[in-house]
């Protein structure tokens, strides 16, 4: 399998305390790379640095071939980085349908001069992406949401909606912040088999997760940090 | 009858200003204390281009225009970096220089003298100088804005700058840039603004800087609080009360100087009440931050 990411000895301390040290890894296209370690360890600045929220002080990440950690947050998800946080983040006033039309990545209708010089092209594009969305809900059992407004669904429910958000950017590389915090058994197995089924389809995931075993289930890599350096890189597919 | 044509071509200007502070606060979420500053520039920009170029109406309107966009494009590029209390601040700060310079650029606006002798505007040699005919050139303004929005709410870049409003970190991490649609916002609302501007200035025929002032933004604010922000019947419900509440108290048979005062004194009691109640506001879909 070809390398999607590269990380290569990637440093950060903030007021001269470590917080990212030497870290390299590299994930291949479609796996599923799980990093865990104690709060502290350096997970979160390692995802602010592969997202472009933070700059790394040394080291270079290669994403696709190119280098990317001088390149700003907005490039970078751009590129077909996309970041999952812990809690999910709705457009709230909007529908779940539109939500997830919204994430669309490079559609006709973002900017106003498309909307003006070919409205007929972005409304068209419109249907069809409404469409895509609502196939898309009920590919995960979630029909019934489309016309709800976001904010009025359940923490659960928010959850599975982000992770079709993911599906209809079109990204290539997800990170995911602990996607099972504070989800009941039967959620965390449904986001489980969405993400196998992403994965499936092309996308690779980061994740970041304090329930162990249940990202142990779907993960191919385990990697475990400490006091920001990788402790173990153990292989689960091979194991 | 002229008098009640008056108070609709105001009730006209107060709905274009409602729905230009809509536009920035009901989809953008941007609270701002600035909506007279764009008011004022379509206004001056009509005034004087009028009175000192000797410009129709129908070239000082796409100068105002064209002015308000300039002018929004430059306080987007500072504002479109800041959110939320930030914002409003810059709005703040928008507001004071803005008064200040056409209070003391007298060899442009005249400051406190005010520009008089603005020309009404012409269609086909017909000049529109009665309440009757500004009634029904402020309405068909009111119905092209009020059109544009029905048909820019269901479009996608309307969405996502309602997205903005809702996270802007999760449109940057889709790969999309709030700021861009911060600005396109920004600019949509000075427009309207800048034609209600034009319109008051050719209605009134004179200006100055007192119609224009921070006391007028924050009126403008209150007319969508009180409506509700996010659609279109919000801002017009907010203008239609503040502008026909006056004439409601005249069935009371108060004292016109009473009636004036009492205006405002309801006007702020239902804003206190609206804030407690129904903080959507009448007809909002959008809470205001």
Known sequence: MSELLEIENLNKSFDGVAAVKDVSFSMSKKSIVLITGENGAGKTTLFNLITGLDKPLKGKIIFNGNNIETKSALQISQLGIIRLYQRPRLFKNLMVWENLVSAVHNNSGNSFASLIFKSKVARQEDKMLKKKANALLAKFGLQDLSNQTAGELSYGQQKLISFCMIAMNGTQLALLDEPFAGLNPSTIEQISSMILQMRNEGITFLIIEHNINKALAIADIHIEMKEGAIKIINDIATT | ?289
């Open chain 2, 1 to 289: 009858m002229n008098y009640l044509l008056h108070i609709l071509v105001i009730l006209e200007i107060y709905i274009l200003l409602a729905l230009s502070a809509n536009q920035k606060v009901g989809l953008s979420g941007l609270l701002t204390l600035a909506q007279a500053v764009f008011y004022g520039v379509g206004a001056y920009a009509t005034a004087i281009t009028i009175t000192k170029f000797g410009f129709t109406y129908w070239l000082a309107l796409p100068s105002a225009i064209l002015t308000c966009m300039l002018s929004a494009l430059l306080f987007s590029f500072v504002a479109g970096k800041v959110r939320e209390f930030y914002f409003s601040l810059a709005t703040l700060a928008l507001q004071i220089i803005f008064f200040s310079v056409v209070y003391n650029w007298i060899s442009v606006t005249r400051g406190s003298y005010g520009i008089t002798g603005i020309s009404n505007p012409e269609i086909s040699g017909l000049n529109i100088n009665t309440p009757g005919s500004f009634a029904l050139f402020g309405g068909v303004w009111v119905l092209v804005v009020i059109l544009f929005y029905v048909w820019f709410l269901k479009t996608p870049l309307c969405r996502l700058i309602q997205a903005t409003r809702d996270d802007e970190i999760e449109v940057l991490s889709l790969g999309k840039n709030p700021k861009y649609y911060k600005k396109i916002s920004i600019i949509l609302s000075s427009i309207v603004a800048g034609i209600a501007g034009s319109i008051y200035a050719t209605y009134t025929t004179y200006i100055d800087p007192t119609s224009f002032t921070l006391d007028e933004s924050i009126l403008i604010l209150s007319i969508v609080l009180i409506g509700g922000a996010g659609r279109i019947i919000g801002p017009i419900t907010g203008a239609a009360i503040y502008i026909l509440l006056p004439e409601f108290l005249k069935f009371l048979q108060l004292p016109e100087g009473i009636a004036a005062n009492m205006r405002m004194i309801l006007f702020g009691l239902l804003l206190v009440l609206i804030v407690r109640f129904k903080p959507k506001g009448i007809f909002g879909k959008y809470l205001i931050q």
